[in-house]
């Protein structure tokens, strides 16, 4: 698994990452020690990460409560949502997909499909962040290469993403879902 050293170097391709202190945590509910140690080792401060199709935003720790919006609760009414599971936090989205933090798992789920049923993507908050940065930067080194005519991936860079995350994460099989859940296929 990476470190929080190997994250925070591939996110900062991005973006900027600083450490942040648990006191800049606003939610109602206590931070998980998981996430309050990403903030201080990792540090994205409001990351957005170029990808195919929508890019991903992995917001600083300050603004994390607020981005629970529309997941746990409904931002015209300020109601919480009946099917949003407590112990989850949206620890970053794609175009509104979240990312979500559960008892240090990591899962991901589509929204607009009437209820919530995310699925295990990565085992914790960090290997995703490495794993986000590494999809990143396959993106931001391919340049205008990366899609053909059309709009597809060039297979190279798919095989890219494929070996550059298996080198991370030490698992061809769980690297080959992760490019096929980011859209890669």
């Known amino acids: ?4 050293n190997q994250a925070r170097e591939l996110l900062e391709a991005h973006g900027t990452c600083q450490p942040q202190d648990a006191s800049e945590w606003t939610g109602d509910i206590p931070l ?7 903030y201080r080792e990792v540090g994205p401060v409001n990351i957005t990460i170029d990808g195919y199709g929508d890019p991903i935003f992995i917001p600083s720790l300050s ?3 607020p981005r629970q919006t529309g997941y746990r609760w409904n931002g015209l009414t300020g109601e919480s949502i009946a099917d949003w599971d407590k112990d989850r936090i949206v620890v970053a989205d794609e175009g509104a997909d979240p990312f979500i933090y559960c008892h240090g798992r990591i899962l991901f789920a589509h ?3 009437g209820g919530w049923e995310p699925c295990e993507l990565y ?10 940065g590494t999809l990143g930067s396959v993106v931001l080194n391919a340049g205008e290469k990366f899609s053909d005519d059309d709009g597809y991936i060039r297979p190279e860079f798919r095989t890219e993403a494929i070996s550059r995350l298996t080198e991370i994460i030490k698992n061809k099989t769980e690297a080959e879902i992760i490019v096929e859940t980011a859209g890669w296929s």
């Open 1 to 4: 698994m990476p470190t929080a």
């Open 32 to 38: 998980p020690d998981a996430i309050a140690d990403f």
């Open 63 to 65: 603004q994390l409560w």
């Open 111 to 113: 929204h607009g499909e």
């Open 123 to 132: 085992p914790d908050i960090v290997t995703m962040a490495a794993c986000m």
